[in-house]
């Protein structure tokens, strides 16, 4: 992560960039008029501080209208597919940081594998929830049909019944 710039440093960043946007006041002038309240600060380092500001609020945007999507995309959707696309959404985020990152060795021992394993056990246990539930939904559907076919065969039920349950079994499955 590069360093701070004196602009930040010094708490003038939130002023700088008021004086840029409101004031529509140039770098050299928000740097002259710091060096004139006697911070040192360069037209250049007002401007990286000011470009780096910009491209944070634009990243944040871009993650708070991604969230705003997903909850909007998600808001009727059942509890488990809802874990499994935010166990998704925050693996693509850990990956994401992983790549921004210059040194890892600024990280504990440790750490990414630690929260990349927490994201992978959550999936591997919405994935075994998922192949449970269809393992039982199979089964229930097979047990169905087999009690349909049983009361057929004694002629319990009428055959028009029997062809309007296994109509309703066939589009369930």
């Given at each position: 992560?590069?360093?701070?710039?004196?602009?930040?440093?010094?708490?003038?960043?939130?002023?700088?960039?008021?004086?840029?946007?409101?004031?529509?006041?140039?770098?050299?002038?928000?740097?002259?008029?710091?060096?004139?309240?006697?911070?040192?600060?360069?037209?250049?380092?007002?401007?990286?501080?000011?470009?780096?500001?910009?491209?944070?609020?634009?990243?944040?945007?871009?993650?708070?209208?991604?969230?705003?999507?997903?909850?909007?995309?998600?808001?009727?959707?059942?509890?488990?597919?809802?874990?499994?696309?935010?166990?998704?959404?925050?693996?693509?985020?850990?990956?994401?940081?992983?790549?921004?990152?210059?040194n890892l060795g600024s990280l504990k021992d440790s750490e990414i594998i630690d929260k990349a394993a927490k994201i992978?056990?959550?999936?591997?246990?919405?994935?075994?929830?998922?192949?449970?539930?269809?393992?039982?939904?199979?089964?229930?559907?097979?047990?169905?049909?087999?009690?349909?076919?049983?009361?057929?065969?004694?002629?319990?039920?009428?055959?028009?019944?029997?062809?309007?349950?296994?109509?309703?079994?066939?589009?369930?499955?």
């Amino acid at each position: 992560m590069p360093k701070k710039s004196k602009v930040e440093l010094e708490g003038l960043l939130e002023r700088a960039y008021s004086l840029h946007e409101d004031n529509n006041l140039t770098h050299a002038e928000i740097a002259a008029l710091f060096q004139e309240e006697g911070f040192n600060v360069s037209k250049s380092g007002v401007q990286r501080a000011l470009r780096a500001k910009k491209l944070n609020d634009k990243e944040f945007k871009k993650k708070l209208d991604a969230t705003k999507s997903f909850v909007e995309a998600t808001k009727d959707t059942p509890g488990l597919q809802l874990g499994k696309a935010a166990s998704d959404l925050l693996m693509s985020m850990l990956l994401t940081e992983i790549q921004g990152m210059e040194n890892l060795g600024s990280l504990k021992d440790s750490e990414i594998i630690d929260k990349a394993a927490k994201i992978i056990r959550c999936q591997k246990a919405i994935a075994k929830i998922n192949l449970d539930y269809e393992k039982g939904y199979k089964a229930g559907l097979f047990k169905a049909k087999k009690m349909i076919d049983e009361m057929k065969s004694s002629g319990a039920v009428s055959e028009e019944l029997i062809n309007q349950m296994l109509e309703k079994l066939g589009s369930a499955s």
